[in-house]
């Protein structure tokens, strides 16, 4: 595995995406609701979670699967060692540079992609990554459709690289993976206090953030 330091995202990167409201923008039904997806496709193996932050999907994951996290961020690695049982492997490295002989079944990645500055390098590693019809599973942000001005305009998050229409990251995956499952995000957080996120796949076209669930296919 490649280390990493990443300045950027360690504690002031957190206090200032989420200040004190990052349990309550991250509510275990939210974790639970991704779960119910992945669950569909996968119900064991061995799962990797890239851009763990503080463990709280592994949290909810571990009952269903052989957890490990990975995080660019060792502010987020330490809190994420706090919260999560000590025999869940955990370390630190970045998004294109994971190198580790284990492969996985599942690799998952909620929110993190948009943050990558070589997309392409990215999903070459989570390829090598991944055994062979293992499943990547990712959310992100999108900036199209009627509501796609707005989205944008709330964005304030200067590490956001990507900042794509749905239709890129569709086409992008099927360049390297086979899609089974793309699924529309309402997330909106109201007053600092009530976090929404519905998933919705009568809606994916005009949701603000979207999730796809994608194959490792040896034909690709």
């Given amino acids: 595995m490649v280390m990493t330091t990443a300045p950027k995202f360690e504690g002031s990167y957190f206090d200032e995406a ?18 119910k997806i992945i669950r569909n496709h996968a119900t064991s193996g061995r799962l990797l979670d890239v851009g763990c932050a503080y463990g709280l999907f592994l949290s909810n994951a571990l009952p269903f699967f052989n957890c490990t ?6 502010h987020a690695v330490q809190k994420a060692r706090n919260t999560l049982p000590p025999g869940v492997g955990l370390f630190v490295a970045e998004a294109g540079a994971i190198h580790t002989d284990a492969q996985f079944d599942i ?34 942000p999108v900036y199209d459709g009627p509501i796609g001005w707005l989205v944008n305009l709330l964005d304030k998050d200067q590490t956001h690289h990507y900042r794509c229409a749905r239709g890129f990251w569709l086409d992008k ?7 089974l499952e793309y699924t529309g995000i309402w997330r909106y957080f109201l ?5 929404i996120n519905q998933l919705s796949s009568s809606t994916r076209r005009v949701t603000p953030a979207i999730m796809i669930v994608a194959k490792k296919e040896s034909q690709k």
């Fill in 18 to 35: 989420y200040g004190p409201n990052y349990q309550l923008r991250n509510p275990n039904y939210k974790w639970e609701s991704f779960l």
């Fill in 173 to 179: 995956i099927k360049n390297k993976f086979t899609l």
């Fill in 69 to 74: 996290g990975v995080d660019i961020s060792y």
């Fill in 107 to 140: 690799i998952t990645c909620f929110d993190i992609l948009e943050h990558t500055a070589d997309l392409d390098l990215v999903l070459e590693n989570l390829w090598d990554l991944l055994a062979e019809d293992g499943l990547l599973v990712f959310t992100v």
């Fill in 191 to 195: 007053l600092n206090r009530f976090y």
